[in-house]
């Protein structure tokens, strides 16, 4: 039996769902790019978790690289890219799964996107552990998702508040007065980067 934290109001998906969402996106995958080179590229820091036990169930040869991308200034809407890529290495003519913790506002996944496009990326997928289309505020679809999300404020797995909670081993989500306090808001925006 899972403990939940004191600051979670509710637990939207345990482990058990967690995993089968990801297996079912594991065998998508690897129906994808089956007999060709791919690249996940892992965006930092949220996607980590997800990433990592993505590409375990993922039985065909790939390689691994990260992006930093930040956004979140004031944690609650999307401000200015900062895109740092690791390895620094080339991408032209690679093919790319393009892999973040969640979708909402889709600004960050659209231009990073671009941008691998723009340096020479035969073809960029998305994959995202959650998907939250009711913020979405430009025309964008993903690839590859584990769950859809209502607008709540979610953390676990990966997903944080103020660097916390990020190791949760499910998503829950995160009691009011945790994020209006430590905001000064009433805002529902999303945790996670």
Do not use: W
């Not at 939207?12 to 065998?27: H, P, Q, T």
């Not at 169930?57 to 890529?85: H, Q």
Request: proline share 3%.
């Amino acid at each position: 039996m899972t403990t939940v934290h004191e600051d979670i109001e509710r637990v939207l998906f345990d482990e058990a769902a967690i995993l089968r969402g990801i297996e079912r996106v594991a065998k998508a995958v690897t129906a994808h790019y089956a007999g060709r080179d791919f690249t996940v590229v892992s965006v930092l820091k949220g996607s980590c978790i997800f990433s990592a036990d993505l590409i375990r169930r993922i039985p065909i040869p790939l390689e691994l690289a990260f992006v930093s991308a930040s956004s979140y200034g004031d944690r609650t809407t999307s401000g200015n890219l900062e895109i740092s890529f690791f390895p620094t290495g080339e991408i032209e003519g690679r093919n790319l799964l393009l892999v973040d913790d969640i979708l909402d506002t889709g600004k960050t996944m659209n231009r990073l996107k671009r941008e691998f496009l723009e340096r020479g990326a035969a073809e960029v997928s998305t994959c995202v552990f959650l998907d939250k289309p009711s913020r979405r505020d430009i025309d964008f679809e993903v690839d590859f998702r584990v769950q859809e999300v209502d607008d709540l404020f979610v953390v676990g797995y990966g997903l944080d508040f103020a660097g916390r909670y990020r190791n949760l081993p499910y998503v829950g989500v995160l009691k009011p007065e945790i994020y209006q306090a430590a905001l000064g808001t009433d805002s529902k925006a999303d945790a996670g980067s």
